[in-house]
């Protein structure tokens, strides 16, 4: 393994886009064999080179806080040249998520952990989420309503909202915690926020990546091409819990139906030992290793074929090889 000092944080996260979508079979996503009706490879492998400067000013420490580049900043920059490289939107949430991982990784003050990245987010200010909600006039991104009396809010009104969040004060972190607890997502007590999935990437910036950093365990201690082990570690992800972008695009029914196929996999001879697992770290390294790729290959085929799409998933599957390149892991045989 080669220890994280010897390689560059940006490098390993572009590094990290390309092997997640290289990875395959990740049932339902664009991978190195597939591709979707309006997504193909190629536009990801685009993607993940346009946003390198966006990445790079992310890796930028040098100086005093106040002289280093806005976490918001970089997002948006890397989200521009994502867009205007691959023509579309292919790695949005792989970007949310890496942006505050390389600062972590490259800020000298901090380290590439639970804590270090949790600092990162709530350091962010207003002008990072003036900068976020910019980004949505850039690219479309499928997102629920905001949650109640936070209309005006709403990230799909883009740039329009920076009233709003100077009015509330509203930090980056402030605006993804509304997305990543269902309960605020309704009236108390209301159905519609009992069935809600949480904002998975959003849960992630709040909680301190707990699901980036158990998959990256995963991956760390698998064996073979890292490309298999990410999807291996693709699937234990989704088992784990629904997908966020399947629930926003299929509903909360089908993305929960989703997560159970997918534990299929992992559990063949239905010796699931919580069902539903419901949580990341109630899912078994050993089950996640053994998954059975060829088995993954016909559930790929089924979700293609019924337009379910775990996007969320492959940004979190993303993010969690950007650590486990950090820690040591190597595409080199």
């Not at 280093?68 to 994502?82: H, L, Y």
């Not at 707990?210 to 291996?232: K, M, N, Q, S, V």
């Not at 570690?233 to 088992?239: E, I």
């Not at 989703?258 to 534990?263: L, N």
Request: contains cysteine; negative net charge.
């Amino acid at each position: 393994m080669t220890p994280s000092g010897a390689t560059d944080p940006v490098d390993d996260a572009t590094l990290a886009l390309l092997v997640e979508v290289a990875g395959t079979p990740k049932p339902g996503n664009v991978d190195r064999r597939r591709d979707l009706d309006d997504l193909r490879f190629e536009a990801f492998l685009g993607g993940a080179v346009g946003a390198r400067p966006g990445l790079e000013l992310a890796a930028e420490t040098d100086g005093g806080v106040a002289e280093r580049p806005a976490v918001g900043a970089a997002f948006e920059r890397a989200v521009e040249g994502m867009a205007a490289r691959a023509g579309t939107n292919t790695q949005f949430g792989c970007l949310l998520l890496l942006v505050p991982l390389v600062r972590a990784a490259a800020d000298p003050d901090r380290e590439l952990s639970p804590a270090g990245v949790d600092a990162v987010c709530r350091s962010t200010t207003v002008d990072d989420a003036v900068a976020f909600y910019r980004v949505f006039e850039v690219v479309d991104v499928a997102v629920d309503d905001p949650p109640e009396g936070a209309a005006d809010l709403d990230v799909r009104r883009g740039g329009a909202a920076e009233p709003a969040l100077r009015e509330r004060e509203t930090t980056l972190r402030d605006v993804l915690a509304l997305s990543a607890d269902p309960v605020d997502a309704g009236p108390a007590g209301g159905s519609a926020a009992s069935d809600r999935v949480p904002d998975r990437n959003a849960a992630e910036w709040v909680e301190g990546f707990p699901r980036t950093f158990r998959a990256a365990e995963w991956i760390l201690t698998d064996e073979g091409p890292l490309a298999d082990r990410a999807a291996r570690a693709f699937l234990g992800l989704l088992a784990a819990e629904p997908d966020t972008l399947v629930a926003s695009t299929r509903g909360a029914e089908t993305a929960r139906e989703a997560s159970a196929r997918a534990r299929e996999i992992l559990y063949p001879d239905g010796s699931d030992p919580s069902d539903p697992v419901g949580d990341v770290s109630a899912v078994d390294a050993e089950a996640v290793h053994g998954a059975d790729l060829d088995a993954a290959e016909s559930l790929a085929a089924a979700f293609v074929a019924e337009g379910i799409n775990p996007g969320t998933t492959a940004d979190l599957t993303c993010a969690a090889l950007f650590v486990a390149l950090r820690r040591g892991a190597e595409v080199a045989p």
